[in-house]
């Protein structure tokens, strides 16, 4: 089924539009239209990540020494705590030493936040990452009806 669009005009200084010219030739997108589309997606799912209520979907990554002392009960309490929000981990042992774990997650952005600064700030935790997106139901899909099978 066809999104359906709306046209308005934009105008723009002269050389962002060549620039943008420039990023959509490099990219490969169809037409200025589908890099702008694709750049409002962008900033709107930044927006929604700073200010949303809305159902969002994540990933915590997490790399620590299982010899920490107390690393594992400390990450699983906070795990269960949270129980209602994490869907799944993944637990990777990746060496003598180092345990790789993805964590899962959803609900609200600021729920999410509070998960993963509580997880990264567990003592023996050595690198962190949280990454975060739109639970995807509040947006169209991303080319239209033309590239479904991608
Ligand atoms: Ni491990």
Redesign the pocket.
């Known amino acids: 089924m066809a999104e359906q669009v709306t046209r308005f005009s934009v105008s723009l200084p002269a050389d962002l539009l060549e620039d943008l010219d420039e990023m959509v030739r490099e990219h490969k997108h169809a037409n200025r239209s589908q890099a702008i589309a694709d750049m409002v997606r962008d900033r709107l799912i930044e927006h929604r990540q700073r200010h949303g209520s809305g159902e969002m979907a994540g990933t915590i990554t997490l790399i620590y020494d ?1 010899h920490s002392p107390k690393i594992q009960a400390s990450l699983t309490a906070a795990q269960h705590e949270h129980h209602h929000a994490i869907v799944s981990t993944l ?3 990746l060496d003598h030493d180092n ?1 790789l774990e993805v964590i899962v997650v959803r609900g609200k952005a600021a729920m999410i936040r509070s998960i993963a600064d509580k997880l990264l700030a567990a003592k023996g935790v050595k690198h962190g990452k949280l990454t975060i997106t739109s639970a995807g139901h509040d947006f169209p899909s991303k080319h239209g009806h033309r590239h479904h099978h991608e």
């Open positions: 299982h637990h990777v042992h345990c």
